[in-house]
């Protein structure tokens, strides 16, 4: 189904972890304060969690949407497809420093997710959730 490609994704891991870091401080948040902002989303987690990712550890892709807003980013942003903090389309169509890159999947529906302030997190063909209760 994918072909494995260890280099691109320890690129991809090391790109997502760069972006999360160089957001956080280009905001001038310190990681207590992005842990504060992911607690406000759902996501618990640690000072020490937050620095693992940012020094490499692999980041779940379910916690990259509230990584992405916590940022004020977009998903596409960490994942390194575009150099615009609030864009979502990726820059360059299918490539990545010369390497073929998948395209996103674009999902059929209606749904628009963006946050209050219009911000794309995800894109617009992506389906909103309501938020959990």
């Known amino acids: 189904m994918f072909e494995d490609r260890s280099d691109l994704a320890v690129d991809r ?8 870091r160089a957001r956080r401080l280009q905001l001038g948040l310190t990681q207590k304060q992005l842990v504060s902002r992911l607690a406000r989303r759902g996501i618990r987690t640690t000072n ?15 916690r990259l949407p509230e990584l992405a807003g916590a940022l004020d980013c977009t998903v596409t942003y960490l994942l390194g497809l575009t ?20 395209r996103p999947a674009v999902l059929n529906s209606p749904g628009v997710v ?3 302030d219009a911000h794309w997190i ?3 063909d992506v389906p909103a959730r309501p938020p959990r209760r």
């Open 13 to 20: 891991h090391l790109v997502v972890s760069g972006r999360l």
């Open 48 to 62: 020490k969690t937050l620095s693992s990712f940012e020094h490499g550890a692999g980041v779940d892709v379910v």
């Open 83 to 102: 150099d615009d903090p609030a864009r979502w389309e990726p820059d360059r169509s299918g490539v990545l420093d010369n390497r073929p890159v998948a």
């Open 114 to 116: 963006s946050r209050p």
């Open 122 to 124: 995800l894109g617009p």
